[in-house]
């Protein structure tokens, strides 16, 4: 725990009083960079107010103006019955997230029942899992005894999202050869997004890499991993492209498809397949028109 998280959390705390006071809300809880511990001076605020029922009037009256004086910078609704509170002093950015227990519950519900991996849904549980409670902890900790256990088909399900791969050759003939510098880097950007969620998935960490932040942290805390799957690695990749990078990707690849035949024995056929398919669809130049038998 750094001394950048220590005082964020500090100061987290001493703002929410102002919201676990009104007697609809039931949880009031601090997730992001402080409660990993790895908080650094751009590192914002990210406070989620949970509300049996939401008093739309009451957060439109501006709450922090009203106890403390502060003035908010914005205020957005992103779906019907939630609100983003943003607040900023001296370059920090604060944000208060409000949202009812019942869609929490509808949420939740469509990740670990009907196993809709999307990694909206996936993220949020994950920092729901790290976050630090200041209101409502028994609540809290109900609630992360209830999502640690991380389903085997909701695996599946991340699995089988993330289990789109370029084929060997694309990266480097088709896009880098050809000065499609930013498809190449889109390329190999998706690839590793989707190596890595297939990995968190492989360890049962709710993480998406569709929203690559704290990547060191999270890779840090797999067991189950390529042995070569490191940030400083990926950070090579991407600085150096190329053919040395893709043939890294590609070894990346071969090791995660062994770990998923490993952990999902039933889906040995199917990765064997893929890797025939794969092999089969390198990229080669074709210089002259075959001829068609």
């Not at 676990?20 to 409660?35: K, Y």
């Not at 609630?143 to 990266?171: H, I, Q, T």
């Not at 499609?180 to 709710?206: E, F, P």
Request: proline share 5%; net charge negative.
């Amino acid at each position: 725990m750094n001394f950048a998280s220590k005082w964020r959390i500090d100061l987290s705390r001493e703002l929410s009083v102002h919201y676990s006071s009104h007697p609809e809300v039931v949880m009031v809880c601090l997730g992001g960079s402080p409660t990993k511990g790895i908080s650094d001076a751009y590192s914002d605020l990210d406070i989620v107010v949970y509300w049996n029922e939401l008093d739309e009037e009451w957060i439109k009256a501006e709450p922090l103006k009203k106890a403390i004086g502060l003035e908010r910078t914005d205020l957005l609704s992103m779906a019907p019955g939630t609100f983003v509170e943003s607040y900023h002093i001296n370059g920090l950015k604060i944000d208060f997230g409000h949202g009812t227990m019942e869609m929490w519950k509808e949420w939740t519900s469509s990740l670990l029942e009907e196993l809709n991996a999307d990694p909206g849904l996936i993220g949020m549980v994950g920092g729901f899992l790290d976050s630090i409670p200041f209101y409502g902890e028994a609540l809290c900790t109900e609630w992360k005894n209830r999502l640690r256990n991380y389903p085997d088909d909701l695996a599946r399900e991340v699995l089988k999202r993330n289990m789109g791969f370029f084929v060997e050759g694309y990266l480097v003939h088709q896009c880098l050869e050809r000065g499609d510098h930013l498809a190449y880097q889109d390329g190999m950007c998706t690839m590793l997004k989707r190596l890595v969620s297939i990995t968190a998935a492989l360890n049962r960490r709710y993480y998406s890499a569709a929203e690559p932040r704290w990547l060191d942290y999270e890779i840090g805390l797999m067991k189950v991993k390529p042995e070569n799957l490191t940030c400083e690695n990926i950070q090579w990749m991407l600085d150096n492209p190329g053919k040395e990078s893709e043939a890294m990707l590609f070894v990346l690849l071969d090791e995660v498809l062994t770990l998923i035949q490993e952990q999902f024995p039933e889906m040995e056929e199917k990765i064997a397949n893929r890797r025939k398919r794969m092999a089969k669809l390198v990229v080669e130049p074709c210089e002259n028109r075959p001829s068609i038998p």
